[in-house]
């Protein structure tokens, strides 16, 4: 970028006008030429070279004596022009003159690649969740660069083949003794060290990029995603940990050394992921086993590599030749670096256990733009919002959404937050998601902000998965574009409905059309005047199958068809609920719909609804604990500010334990959904069922307890309006009832359990 340019340094300074000719003979580059060196590149001089509109980069050797097999730019342009064709992010080569007469060395030219390079591991000045996402997004890039294949790049023979970490230690040492201007202890011992204890599986062979730090990828502008990894005169064929090891270091540094003081230690940074948590994503994309046991080895090393190269920039200082404007300070960073190096050999700074359930960099930028879109625009909505219910409680206009809302939609859709829920939509997975449906279970319209909302997600999943180009056109384009609204017609008054299977409104087919004929309840959302269609399970009339869960079919009913009727608006504990567009008794009496209407076909209704049942179970769960994190806030500020018998309520024990008993039950409940989402991303809804049901029992008790106490430290403020809590207990209560209620699914986990089980006790017989 061109604020990290400098004016070219005196020792670095080539005949520009040779340049300009040379360039303008192979690329018809137009003069003049405006030349500025960056201020970053301690090994080799880095340019910024300008003509006109066209911006390119140039990397050349340093002038003077160099180490043997040092500042190799012809094998930094070989490897980026191998990437660039196989379309990892890397500049794109553009040309290599090995001839010294041009500019006095070999050098290459790239591309300039627009975008941000930080040149502190420690991101000063990026919020925190960003700050996660940039370090995801890096480590990311990382294991997909050790994913590409040599025989594909055509790189079979760049580089060693065989023992990579010997080789390793043998130049690093090489090059330090050729360097140091004094025998440091810690050095010698730390290279004989790791020359005797070479790890025994030293037999991975992946193009490695040998210098992998922030400081060396260019992020997009305004996005967590690399654009291009930079400096490639390091790399070569090898051990895919060393490069993890080197990407680490900056975890394992104390602050307030040399060390920290001229390279900057992150392990203090707020919203840096901690060295486990990026161990944990890069196993996860390379797809092997998290637990790296010669991880020590590879930190060590890598401590002790650069601590070589701190010692070579040093030296190029005391010879006037060094490419960086800092360089003087590196020499006060060798001895420290190779200390910490021996105390993660010996032990003492060995790398924590991995951690579960971590987000992709798409799933924490996006988390962290919802989070403010929701602390700038939505929480502060709220008392505007409740107005216009209480204004119009008594008015048909309660089921109209309110302009506020409204207006929000169409920023939360211009920000690009917009069917966050749907994997294939927004590119996050279901554990991503369920971190953004927390942040939005904390305010009741907050998911209709983003067009999140149930129970039009569900029905949007059923016809993105199941439904027919027809079908997809007709209902799903205007439903993810929030255009209209939807509603689900599954419960029925006349039944016990916790057994699906007794459903009883009839689908019989009549030539080339289905009637439907029965009443349903607690059609949520159908109030609301955007609602347009409702999907509809019916008994097939004319169903010869003898299994019970082969009898029911979906069908989608639009709402303005003959004989559709809204019998009544049902309430929740006395509330409307028009927040949601209430939930109303449905007569569908003789409505007649096309065949093509049908969603999968016919008797298929049960295959087609579980797979919307699924992903939205998990997305009430985390707004249920959104919801109780919200709930706790509410109480823990009414504990600290209310007094009763001489003291704070939350110094009173029993107020102090329910405080304590309610951040137990909230991270138990996330913990317990993160997995069963992390269950839905990698073995499906069918195999995840389990930890599904267990969530959705949990997270809506979580809801009724933490509310419960709420509303009791509240006193009678809690079940009155002018706190959100009863409104809050009401939807959380019914939680227990809708999608099932608590006691199927706790019969379903038993009959799971009870199966797993006898599949344990059978495999150990």
Request: charge should be neutral.
């Amino acid at each position: 970028m061109e604020d990290q340019t400098t004016p070219v340094r005196e020792q670095h300074r080539f005949s520009v006008s040779q340049l300009q000719r040379y360039l303008s003979s192979r690329l018809q580059v137009p003069a003049p030429l405006g030349v500025r060196q960056y201020s970053c590149g301690q090994s080799n001089p880095t340019f910024l070279v300008q003509s006109g509109s066209q911006s390119f980069v140039l990397r050349k050797k340093p002038p003077g004596a160099l180490l043997p097999g040092a500042h190799r730019v012809d094998r930094e342009f070989q490897v980026q022009e191998a990437l660039h064709g196989a379309g990892f992010p890397v500049p794109k080569p553009i040309l290599f003159c090995s001839d010294p007469e041009v500019i006095g060395t070999s050098f290459y030219l790239m591309e300039h690649v627009q975008g941000r390079i930080f040149r502190d591991g420690r991101l000063p000045g990026v919020a925190a969740a960003e700050r996660a996402a940039l370090y995801v997004a890096a480590v990311e890039t990382l294991a997909r660069l050790h994913a590409t294949d040599l025989q594909d790049l055509g790189l079979q023979r760049y580089g060693g083949r065989e023992e990579y970490c010997r080789r390793q230690v043998s130049t690093w040492t090489r090059q330090y003794r050729g360097s140091t201007h004094q025998d440091l202890p810690a050095m010698k011992q730390l290279s004989e060290w790791l020359m005797e204890n070479l790890p025994p599986s030293d037999h991975q062979v992946v193009l490695v990029h040998g210098d992998f730090r922030m400081e060396n990828l260019v992020f997009h502008p305004t996005e967590a995603r690399v654009l291009a990894v930079l400096d490639w005169e390091l790399s070569t064929t090898g051990q895919p940990l060393a490069d993890l090891g080197y990407f680490l270091m900056a975890h394992y540094w104390p602050e307030g050394s040399e060390v920290t003081d001229t390279m900057g230690s992150v392990s203090a940074m707020e919203g840096v992921p901690r060295a486990e948590e990026l161990i944990s994503i890069y196993c996860r994309c390379r797809g092997i086993p998290n637990v790296l046991p010669e991880m020590s080895f590879y930190l060590a090393l890598s401590h002790f590599k650069l601590a070589a190269i701190a010692q070579g920039v040093y030296a190029r200082f005391l010879l006037g030749n060094a490419s960086a404007p800092n360089a003087a300070q590196f020499g006060q960073c060798v001895a420290p670096l190779a200390q910490v190096g021996l105390q993660i050999a010996h032990g003492s700074l060995s790398p924590p256990e991995p951690r579960l359930f971590l987000q992709t960099s798409r799933g924490l930028t996006v988390l962290g733009r919802v989070q403010d879109f929701m602390r700038r625009h939505v929480l502060p909505a709220q008392e505007e919002v409740a107005e216009y219910y209480r204004k119009h409680a008594n008015s048909p206009q309660r089921w109209t959404t309110p302009q506020i809302i409204q207006d929000l939609k169409v920023k939360a859709r211009a920000a690009g937050l917009w069917n966050l829920f749907l994997p294939s939509v927004s590119g996050l997975s279901q554990l991503d998601y369920a971190h953004v449906a927390e942040e939005t279970g904390r305010c009741v319209f907050a998911p209709d902000v983003f067009n999140c909302q149930a129970p039009d997600t569900g029905n949007m999943e059923v016809l993105h998965m199941f439904g027919t180009e027809e079908q997809k056109k007709k209902w799903l384009e205007p439903l993810l574009n929030g255009d209209i609204r939807s509603c689900f017609c599954m419960t029925e008054p006349g039944v016990a409905s916790s057994d699906a299977t007794n459903m009883a409104c009839s689908l019989l087919r009549d030539g080339e059309h289905y009637v439907v004929h029965g009443r349903k309840w607690w059609a949520s959302g159908a109030g609301n005047p955007e609602c347009k269609v409702a999907i509809v399970m019916c008994r097939n009339a004319s169903s010869e199958s003898n299994n019970r869960h082969k009898q029911h079919s979906l069908v989608l009913v639009p709402l303005d068809a003959a004989g559709v009727t809204r019998v009544r608006a049902l309430t929740v504990f006395g509330q409307d609920d028009a927040v949601h567009g209430g939930h109303f008794e449905m007569d569908f009496h003789r409505v007649t719909v096309p065949v093509s209407d049908v969603i999968l076909g016919e008797g298929r209704g049960f295959e087609a609804a579980q797979g919307r049942l699924g992903p939205g179970r998990l997305h009430h769960c985390m707004r249920a604990v959104g919801l109780s994190e919200r709930a706790l806030e509410l109480l823990c500020h009414r504990a600290t500010t209310r007094t009763t018998f001489g003291k704070k309520l939350y110094q009173h024990e029993v107020v102090s334990h329910w405080i304590a008993e309610c951040r137990l039950l909230i991270d138990q409940t996330r913990l317990l959904t993160l997995s069963a989402a992390r269950a839905l991303d990698t073995t499906g809804s069918r195999a995840a069922r389990k930890q599904i049901a267990l969530t959705k029992v949990a997270a809506a008790r979580l809801g009724c307890r933490v509310l419960d106490v709420a509303i009791q430290v509240h006193g009678a403020a809690g079940v009155s309006d002018d706190f959100p809590l009863a409104q809050m207990y009401s939807s959380v209560r019914a939680l227990r009832l809708a999608d099932g209620p608590d006691e199927v699914h706790l019969s379903s986990v038993a009959r799971l359990e009870l199966r797993d089980q006898r599949r344990k006790t059978s495999s150990r017989l």
